[in-house]
């Protein structure tokens, strides 16, 4: 039997779930729901969703409404006849028609081993954190926020300089062969839906631009877990001469980022023949940084044009 599978998703997340039912013999993508093409970069051209990027050339039905609930699109989804309908990082709240519309329900792809880090940030909020593992669940939707049942999960341990990048990385290779496996169980009885321990539960909100912002009365090892959850997105900065400031990861290095020290949160000082930041407990050591228009640079050649930075309370 091959079951008719409506998928609905926007980003790079949602690129490999998709193209794993694509590749399956057993299901039937007669649909891709995705957000509307929004402008991006410099010239602000239209840019189509990497799902709708991926669903191009298929001959599959793409239907980007504005909002799910806007006149026509639930009748446009009836259309559609679905069995299933998979959900990966999509953007928009599904409500009750469309929970109760297909037959075997709606199923999502959610990347935190629930119910950790419910939420729309869930890969950010466990690097933050300085969670020791992440993962991915396959459960069934119901009116609540990823409170749902869940069907399957796999784990993965995070690296010492896990970004929130590479840790999106690896779990958008995860979520496509366990949605199959956990889709298969699930279909023929061999997996029975679990209910997910409601004390165990924590939230990871959507981000903004201005979440970023280091709040330098935090400990020097919460800031460097910030840095490293929010790249890219949003990004980590400081202010300095009222300008914002981005402090960036040095991805790969071996030099310390974080040591003992006592300085006024927020002041720049010589630390051990590099520059330190300030914080509540520790001084957190910057590699590199960079200014609105210009090149990220090291540290030290930062300073080196800036003698006035040393001393300088960011805020």
């Known amino acids: 039997m091959s079951y008719r599978v409506v998928f609905m998703g926007t980003p790079d997340f949602a690129v490999p779930p998709l193209k794993a039912l694509l590749d399956a013999p057993d299901f039937q993508v007669v649909g891709v729901v995705t957000q509307p093409d929004r402008p991006a970069g410099r010239g602000k051209n239209l840019q189509e969703s990497p799902v709708k990027q ?18 026509g699109s639930f009748e446009q989804l009836q259309s559609f ?7 990966a990082a999509f953007g ?61 999960a796999q784990s993965i341990s995070l ?26 169980g699930y279909l023929s009885g061999a ?27 935090q400990s020097a090892l919460e800031i460097e877990r910030q840095v490293r ?13 009222g300008e914002p400031l981005k402090i960036l990861p040095d991805l790969g290095s071996t030099l310390p980022v974080i040591l003992p ?15 330190g930041i300030g914080t509540s407990e520790g001084v957190y050591l910057p590699r590199k940084v960079q200014l609105a228009g210009r090149p990220a640079v090291e540290v030290s050649a930062f300073v080196n044009g800036r003698p006035g930075f040393v001393g300088a309370v960011l805020g």
């Open 191 to 217: 997996i029975m839906p679990q209910k997910q321990d409601e004390n165990l539960s924590t939230y990871a909100p959507m981000l903004k631009k201005e979440d970023g912002l280091i709040n330098w009365g």
């Open 229 to 241: 959850a929010y790249h890219p997105w949003p990004g980590t900065f400081t202010l300095w001469q």
């Open 54 to 71: 991926a669903a191009n050339g298929t001959r599959i039905p793409v239907f980007q409404p504005e909002k799910l609930r806007a006149p």
């Open 261 to 275: 020290g006592k300085a006024e949160p927020g002041l720049v000082v010589h630390c051990e023949g590099m520059i």
């Open 92 to 152: 928009q709240i599904l409500r009750s028609n469309v929970l109760e519309l297909p037959q075997y329900g709606c199923i999502n792809v959610h990347a935190s081993l629930l119910p950790r880090w419910r939420g729309a940030a869930p890969i950010q909020a466990a690097v933050r954190a300085g969670d020791s593992h992440s993962g991915i669940t396959i459960m069934k939707m119901d009116a609540g926020l990823d409170t749902g049942d869940m069907l399957l």
């Open 159 to 184: 690296e010492t300089q896990e970004t929130g990048q590479s840790l999106h990385d690896k779990l958008a290779q995860i979520g496509g062969s366990l949605l199959l496996t956990a889709l298969r």
């Open 81 to 87: 006849q679905p069995d299933l309908i998979v959900v």
